[in-house]
């Protein structure tokens, strides 16, 4: 039961374009998402968050959006760059106070060509 | 570098037997996580600990253990290991738990022969 889907496990974008990286999730409770990043033979990297209580965050080139009517977010990256090239998790959680636990989706590789 | 230590790196070893693999949280952290990132499962949660209590659980096996120490450092204990749990195995950590973003340590990678 995959709770939280990456349907595109590859995407390949060239530099200073636009990468948009798609994620859905089936669990209403689910109320705080992230995004991570991971190069090989590392630790997945925290990239940005979003709470349900909004639709919009945005750091930097990274902009995450959440639909959740449609129970989808997206990270939005502009300008991509080469060093962007990695394998993007999406991520959610919904337990609350001093518990947590990340449900991750299967991730998608980014490959940012020059 | 996320300031979350693992150790070891690597490790090998035969079906049957156990292993133990640390973490070290972030300074000021109190919640450790673990999870198994396997080849056709991606990345699972396996459980919390938060200052020294069990918090969350997800599908550990029951051959797996964990404890978080007074000092806040983790161990994982895995034993009767099998062929599939090779894997690699990340350790997070938190300040508090949900809301706040995990940072994840380098992993170790599990070889079961």
């Known amino acids: 039961d995959q709770q939280v889907k990456q349907n595109s496990p590859s995407l390949s974008v060239q530099e200073g374009r636009i990468s948009i990286l798609n994620c859905d999730y089936t669990n209403s409770m689910f109320d705080y998402f992230l995004w991570y990043k991971k190069y090989p033979a590392e630790g997945p990297t925290f990239l940005i968050s979003?709470?349900?209580?909004?639709d919009k965050n945005e750091d930097g080139r990274f902009t995450v959006f959440l639909n959740k009517s449609a129970k989808h977010l997206s990270l939005h990256i502009v300008p991509s760059q080469p060093g962007d090239s990695a394998v993007y998790f999406c991520?959610?959680?919904?337990?609350?106070?001093?518990?947590?636990?990340?449900?991750f989706g299967t991730g998608t590789r980014l490959q940012v060509t020059l | 570098d996320s300031g979350v230590t693992q150790t070891p790196k690597h490790l090998i070893t035969a079906t049957g037997q156990r292993v133990t693999l640390r973490c070290s949280p972030r300074s000021g952290d109190l919640s450790v996580y673990w999870y198994q990132q396997s080849l056709d499962q991606g990345l699972q949660f396996l459980i919390q600990?938060?200052?020294?209590?069990?918090?969350a659980k997800g599908n550990i096996l029951e051959r797996f253990s964990a404890q978080q120490f007074p000092d806040l450092h983790s161990e994982l204990n895995l034993s009767s290991l099998e062929l599939g749990d090779s894997a690699l195995y990340f350790c997070a950590s938190s300040v508090v738990g949900s809301y706040d973003e995990q940072f994840f340590g380098p992993g170790t990678r599990l070889t079961v022969l």
């Open positions: 600990y938060y200052n020294g209590e069990e918090r």
């Open positions: 979003i709470s349900s209580i909004k």
């Open positions: 991520a959610a959680s919904g337990l609350t106070g001093t518990a947590s636990k990340l449900t």
